[in-house]
C-alpha cells in the first residue's frame, strides 16, 4: 500500500490536467461565457414555450439568435476543452505507448488543432467581408449577418492560440510529466 492519494474519478486526469484552483483566469473567463450562453438559450426557450402556449405563436427571432447561441457556445467550449488538453482522441493511441510517445502524439495533436483553426479563421474572415461588403441580412430578423459571422475567425483565433499554447507547454514538459497515471492504482 502506498501513501498516495486514492485515484477515482476526481483525480483521475489527462496528463498535464491542472486541478480548478489552478487554472489560469483567462479559462474562468471561457467557463463564465459557457454559463452565460446557457443560461441565455435556455431563458430564450423558455419564454419562446410560455409565449407559444399562451398565444399559439411565437417569438420570429428566437431561433435564430438560439442557433447562434449554440454556435458560439460549442467554440467557447471547444477552446476551454484545448487549453484543458480534454479534446477528442483514440486513448489506446494516446495513452498507449511510452511516455515519449504520449507526449509527441499530444504534440501532433495540438498542432493539427492549430493548424485547422487557424486555417478556419484565416478563411472565414473572407466569409465576414463577403457578408459586410454585399450588406446580406439575417432571415429571421433581418440584422446585418456579418453580426453573427464576425465570431467565427474570432473564436476560431482564440482556439488557434490556445492549441498554441498546449502545444508550448508539452514542448516544455519533461517526458515523466506526459506520463499517464496508472488508471488501476490502489490507495
Known amino acids: ?13 489527462l496528463p498535464g490536467a491542472a ?40 417569438f420570429a427571432w428566437t431561433e435564430e439568435i ?4 449554440m454556435i458560439a457556445l460549442a ?4 477552446s476551454a476543452a484545448v487549453a484543458r488538453d480534454q479534446h477528442i482522441r483514440i ?21 493539427t488543432v492549430a493548424l485547422l483553426f487557424g486555417v478556419i479563421a484565416v478563411l472565414s474572415v ?26 467565427l475567425p474570432v473564436f476560431s483565433a482564440l482556439i488557434t492560440a490556445r492549441a498554441i499554447g498546449l502545444f508550448i507547454r508539452r514542448s516544455r514538459s519533461t517526458v515523466s510529466d506526459a506520463a499517464p497515471a496508472p488508471k488501476d492504482a490502489q490507495p
Do not use: C, H
Not at 438560439?66 to 447561441?69: D, G, P, T
Open 91 to 111: 486513448e489506446y493511441f494516446a495513452e498507449g505507448g511510452s511516455a515519449l510517445r504520449s507526449k509527441r502524439l499530444s504534440m501532433l495533436g495540438a498542432a
Open 66 to 69: 438560439s442557433v447562434f447561441l
Open 75 to 78: 467554440l467557447i467550449a471547444g
Open 1 to 13: 500500500m502506498s501513501s498516495s492519494s486514492p485515484q477515482g474519478p476526481a483525480t483521475d486526469a
Open 126 to 151: 473572407r466569409v465576414v467581408w463577403d457578408d459586410y461588403s454585399f450588406g446580406e441580412t439575417s432571415p429571421g430578423i433581418g440584422v446585418p449577418q456579418w453580426w453573427y459571422s464576425i465570431w
Open 19 to 58: 486541478s480548478p484552483e489552478a487554472e489560469p483566469r483567462s479559462l474562468r473567463l471561457e467557463d463564465w461565457l459557457t454559463v452565460i450562453v446557457m443560461a441565455a438559450l435556455a431563458l430564450i426557450t423558455f419564454a419562446n414555450v410560455l409565449v407559444r402556449y399562451f398565444t399559439n405563436s411565437s
